[in-house]
């Protein structure tokens, strides 16, 4: 009881909250059930923002800059990173057109189990995560 107290007053609470409801209860350990250790490290890194992006690593001290390697004036956030930068924009279209409007929804991209093998794709495709990530096998 103290935990979930304690839980529920903390900022992660609130930004993961925003992206899946139920993410700390049984629905995420049924999405993830099958899924390899990289992509359930993937899904979880963006949904709690400790993805290995330079606005994180900044945070970490672990580069100089938070901006995007290729948009040089905007950080390179999860959002960015997903939705923006436009380096990625010829992987960003498949996705777009595999999900219709709901591509650019976070909380469905990182909670639909559809949505998922699209996200991996994309992440596959930008070579972005690669030297932490690997490759990330598609879900089954």
């Not at 996705?95 to 990182?110: C, D, E, F, P, Q």
């Not at 949505?115 to 995560?129: E, K």
């Given at each position: 009881a103290r935990w979930a107290t304690l839980w529920s007053t903390s900022p992660r609470f609130q930004h993961i909250q925003c992206i899946d409801p139920l993410a700390i209860k049984r629905s995420f350990l049924k999405l993830t059930s099958s899924y390899s250790k990289r992509l359930t490290g993937l899904l979880i890194g963006l949904r709690t923002r400790h993805l290995l992006l330079n606005q994180h690593l900044f945070r970490l001290t672990k580069t100089e800059s938070p901006h995007c390697p290729h948009c040089l004036q905007t950080e390179e956030t999860i959002h960015h990173f997903l939705f923006e930068c436009p380096?990625?924009?010829?992987?960003?279209?498949?996705?777009?057109?595999?999900?219709?409007?709901?591509?650019?929804?976070?909380?469905?991209?990182?909670?639909?189990?559809?949505?998922?093998?699209?996200?991996?794709?994309?992440?596959?495709?930008?070579?972005?995560?690669?030297?932490?990530?690997?490759?990330?096998?598609?879900?089954?």
């Open positions: 380096q990625y924009i010829a992987a960003r279209h498949v996705m777009s057109r595999a999900l219709g409007r709901k591509s650019t929804s976070l909380s469905h991209v990182l909670s639909d189990s559809d949505a998922i093998t699209h996200l991996v794709r994309y992440v596959n495709q930008t070579h972005r995560l690669k030297s932490t990530l690997g490759d990330i096998s598609m879900p089954t």
